[in-house]
């Protein structure tokens, strides 16, 4: 990728990025996601923190091409309306990049029915509403074709390693762990949850959080925060997407 920053751009960038104190994430997923941030993000970072402190205008210049990467971010890491966004970030530059406008995230976020979306331990909803994290842990039953045989006329079925014969079908047994994200319950109930396909569930930890409204995203910007001394390895160094204000 092209490096399209000057140098002198990248010092004080450099400067400006010892001066700062980040928030460390407190939350970790269980399951990893990288998220590799180039092209586009390359070209907008031209304008970096300038244009969202305000310096410069690049609403115009910039706004196709951040409605494209906010679309294509909430496409990519939306499921059955929950978004969460990748845990890591690979980018080409050791200092924080600007990903998106915030209000045209939101605005994205609106566009697709996303309910609920989490970015860097913070949740947000529509109205703002609380919501809970619901863990589950059940059963789900897996079936594929077994082998079949013919040996002197004889039909022979072979189940492959760790499943059973049920007649002609092969099926094991497995943990199935499922998070969902449902509106808080006021009696602290959950019982009412169902789960597609996985029996004898039980709930093993429920984490109840508030929620910002979409609207609060108006006066962020989405970036890639790099922490605070940051080395490149390989020409990559990796960082999280975090929303941050605009006059910061």
Known sequence: ??????????????????????????????VGKFFAVGGLVAALAIGGYAAAKG??????????????LANSLVEEYTVDGVFNAP?????????????CDGEVLAQAMSSSNVKYCEIFDEYYTMDGRDIAIVTL?????????????????ATIYMAPAGYELEGDIAIRTVTETVVKVVPKSETGDYSNITLEGVRNFEIINI?????????EMNDMVLIVDVPD???????????????VPKNR
């Open 55 to 68: 310096g410069i205008d690049f609403s115009k210049i910039l706004g196709t091409k951040e409605s494209k």
């Open 137 to 153: 842990e059940g059963e789900k039953v897996e079936s594929v074709k077994p082998e079949k045989l013919v040996v002197n006329g």
């Open 87 to 99: 845990d890591s970030v690979i980018i080409d530059r050791a200092y924080d990049c600007r990903y």
């Open 229 to 243: 001394n940051a080395v490149l390895e390989n020409n990559q160094c990796v960082g999280a997407l975090n929303l």
């Open 207 to 215: 984490d109840e959080r508030q929620t910002k409204q979409f609207s």
């Open 1 to 30: 990728m092209n490096n399209v920053i000057q140098q002198s751009e990248v010092d004080s960038r450099s400067e400006e990025k010892q001066r700062k104190t980040k928030k460390k994430k407190t939350g970790a997923k269980k």
